[in-house]
């Protein structure tokens, strides 16, 4: 079985971030949580390491992973062009539940799959995620169950979906929220790439922990479709 790390646990947090940022080294998989779910993480330029995510989760390489990033500065190395409406969004929103999807460097040595030169960026609110990004770097993560189950909101549901195909588990308890009983969606992610164009508007993609409106309100009603 593969290990488990409560990140409540001073001793083992150190030992499961140390063995987390190792297996990422060596191309492996852990699981990682977020503010919003339980996430399969891969180094995000390892190529081999990105395909075995996809592969983990029952997935084709049409449907790319999204990159955890630490910091606000890290948009600027990954991205090509970040236009202003993005910069007020993570702003307003960074760290949270906000991924957004950006033209992406074309400089940059990466394979996340069919992405038609784009990047999906995401700045996590979680203590245990920022801490292990600032040490891997960009990580390419998703959900942490197989396509079409639902997400993981605890250690033990990923655990359950994905099994020995993770090296590491970081247990940090139930994440995300609930609203009626029932669990908050994964983050609201917005495709950006028409801003570069004067005349191009936001297009919200999936609805989630953000609302639409909260968008609206910073990006500006004639600057969203």
Known sequence: MAPE?????????????RLA????????LIVIPTDT???????????SAVQALLDAKGRGRTSPPPVLVP???????????????VRALVEAFWPGGLTVILPARSSLAWDLGETNGTVALRMPANRVALELL????PLAVSSANRTGEPAASTADEAIAALGESIAVYL??????????????PGSTIVDATGLVRPDGKLRIVRHGVIS?????DVVGADRCE
């Open 37 to 47: 779910v339980y996430g399969v993480a891969a180094d995000a330029f390892s190529p």
């Open 5 to 17: 790390f409560d990140c409540s646990d001073s001793t083992e947090l150190l030992t499961g971030m």
């Open 212 to 216: 639409d409106q909260a968008i609206i």
């Open 134 to 137: 600032e040490d891997t770097g």
């Open 171 to 184: 247990n940090d308890g139930r994440v995300g929220a609930e609203h009626d009983g029932a669990p908050d």
């Open 71 to 85: 910091s606000v500065a890290t948009l600027d190395a990954l991205a090509e062009n970040v236009p202003a409406e």
């Open 21 to 28: 940022r190792a297996a990422i080294g060596r191309g492996e």
